[in-house]
């Protein structure tokens, strides 16, 4: 549980971490607060952001879903960065 406590505290810094991020992140985490708890025989009522029908591991799956997203936007920034610098260091080039 702390390793996911630790985890949704990294993603909630990270200025790249988007809404979607965001809520499943929570999601997630709020699955292991409940299953932990009831480990210990403590009940704990779901958050309302768990909504009828998600599971733990579709939390899960929407949270790789969203990070993906996030890695996907980040790297489509830094080729068009890439991009436009190679395309003006070109240009330099033969402008010599």
């Known amino acids: ?3 996911v406590l630790v985890a949704y505290e990294i993603l909630m810094a ?9 809520k499943a992140a929570y999601k997630v985490r ?5 299953k932990a708890m009831s480990v210990f025989g403590t009940s704990v009522n779901k ?15 929407e949270l790789g879903k969203a990070y993906r ?3 996907e936007e980040q790297n489509r920034r ?3 960065m890439l991009n436009g610098k190679s395309q ?7 402008r010599k």
């Open 1 to 3: 549980m702390a390793n």
């Open 14 to 22: 990270n200025p790249l971490t988007t809404d979607e991020l965001r």
């Open 30 to 34: 709020e699955f292991t607060t409940v």
């Open 47 to 61: 958050d309302s952001a768990i909504e009828p029908g998600d599971t733990y591991q579709s939390s899960i799956d």
């Open 69 to 71: 997203q996030v890695v």
């Open 78 to 80: 830094r080729d068009s």
């Open 88 to 94: 003006k260091t070109i240009l330099k080039l033969f």
